[in-house]
């Protein structure tokens, strides 16, 4: 079973502006939606307030602090990581599934970041304004795997790429944090 992070952001690792996606990509809905199919997600309170219901042919997992929240009646309810990570593994082995995807927000993200193996990026070609971020992560303990470009057009606002990064095995001398400046 494996745990992996999806997210998009631009040049400076923005994610997000008050709580949205601060550009017009249907093709990163696209891709996140094949992505994700058949897969739990664990996403925050915030993120999943965005998204505003659980996404059909998957299963939501809400990793919330506050223990009154309340959600719809699908939707997985946990109060820490490993919590999430435990309910992720239970549901993927009744969805059949082999990945669970972290898919936000900013956070969540920093929390998960030492326990994924793969992130699926989506890196918007430009600098936008908002007000959430990618955490820093040492760009040298991930190998690139795949790696797609794609120009704006009619439907997408921005050039984008789809990048999907692989944890390296690194020794723990090598931890200088770095930005994902490469791109």
């Known amino acids: ?4 992070i999806i997210a998009a952001m631009d040049r400076q690792q923005l994610i997000g502006k008050d709580n949205a996606l601060p550009w017009h990509l249907p093709a990163d809905l696209k ?6 199919m058949g897969k739990p997600m664990i996403m925050g309170r915030k993120t999943y307030a965005s998204i ?3 996404l059909p042919g998957r299963t939501t ?14 939707v997985i309810l946990t109060h820490t990581l490993n919590d999430a990570l435990e309910a992720a593994k239970d549901a993927a082995r009744g969805m ?7 898919v936000g927000g900013a956070d969540i993200y920093f929390q998960s970041l030492p326990r994924v193996d ?5 890196l918007v070609h430009g600098i936008f304004e908002g007000d ?6 040492n760009r040298r303990d991930w190998g690139v795997i795949h790696e797609e470009h794609h120009p704006a057009d009619e439907a997408n606002s921005a050039a984008y790429s789809f990048i999907t990064l692989e944890r ?16």
Not at 61 to 74: A, F, K, M
Not at 96 to 102: C, D, K, R, S, Y
Not at 170 to 183: I, L, N
């Open 1 to 4: 079973m494996r745990y992996a």
């Open 31 to 36: 891709h996140f939606k094949a992505l994700s």
């Open 52 to 54: 505003g219901r659980p």
């Open 61 to 74: 997992i809400v990793l919330s602090r506050d223990t009154g929240v309340q959600l719809h009646d699908e």
């Open 96 to 102: 059949n599934a082999h990945e669970a995807l972290i």
């Open 118 to 122: 793969r992130m699926y990026l989506t």
């Open 132 to 137: 959430a971020h990618f955490p820093a992560y």
């Open 168 to 183: 390296r095995h690194t020794h723990a001398s090598d931890k200088a944090t770095v930005s994902f400046t490469r791109w």
